[in-house]
């Protein structure tokens, strides 16, 4: 997934909705696909192909949106896109690790989902999984995206 990210970002490419349900692994277990781009945005291109005139609607899926998405007060740039990728990755991540989709427990009514996106810190835990990546999932996921960036790296995963 990891790679997929990274793949993306070195082509100047924001995926924008890294969700469990637009993964695929294949058969043999080897291989991960990041399936629907249908909301890409070129890095640091004003309106991508999904925002009406410049407007900063939201798009993807909130519960694996990171805080400054929600509100789309994301920086249009490199570090900025990365952010949320390593945030979405990390809920995805948080997914597997605790057997339970992100915010579950928030996503009705709506209103809690988008307070639990701004507000709650998720706990993640695992007695089988390395800590290595326990650790990286718990920094993908704090609220501030500078401090993301700060303590967390594609190489953390």
């Not at 407007?55 to 694996?64: D, E």
């Not at 810190?121 to 650790?135: F, G």
């Not at 993908?140 to 700060?150: M, N, V, Y």
Request: proline share 6%; glycine share 6%; charged share 25%.
């Amino acid at each position: 997934m990891v790679a997929a990210c990274e793949f993306l970002e070195d082509l100047g490419l924001a995926h924008r909705d890294i969700k469990p349900a637009n993964i695929v692994i294949l058969d043999d277990f080897e291989r991960l696909v990041l399936l629907d781009f249908g909301v890409i945005k070129p890095v640091g291109q004003k309106a991508g192909p999904t925002d009406d005139d410049g407007q900063k609607a939201f798009i993807g899926t909130l519960q694996y949106s990171s805080p400054e998405f929600l509100l789309r007060k994301e920086r249009n740039d490199a570090s900025g896109w990365r952010a949320l990728s390593i945030y979405q990755v990390g809920a995805v991540v948080h997914d597997l690790l605790m057997r339970r989709p992100l915010f579950g427990e928030f996503v009705n009514p709506y209103a809690a989902l988008v307070n639990a996106v701004q507000f709650e810190q998720p706990t993640v835990t695992s007695a089988t999984a390395p800590s290595y990546l326990v650790d990286a999932c718990q920094m993908a996921l704090i609220k501030d995206p500078d401090r993301r960036l700060e303590v967390v790296t594609w190489d953390s995963f």
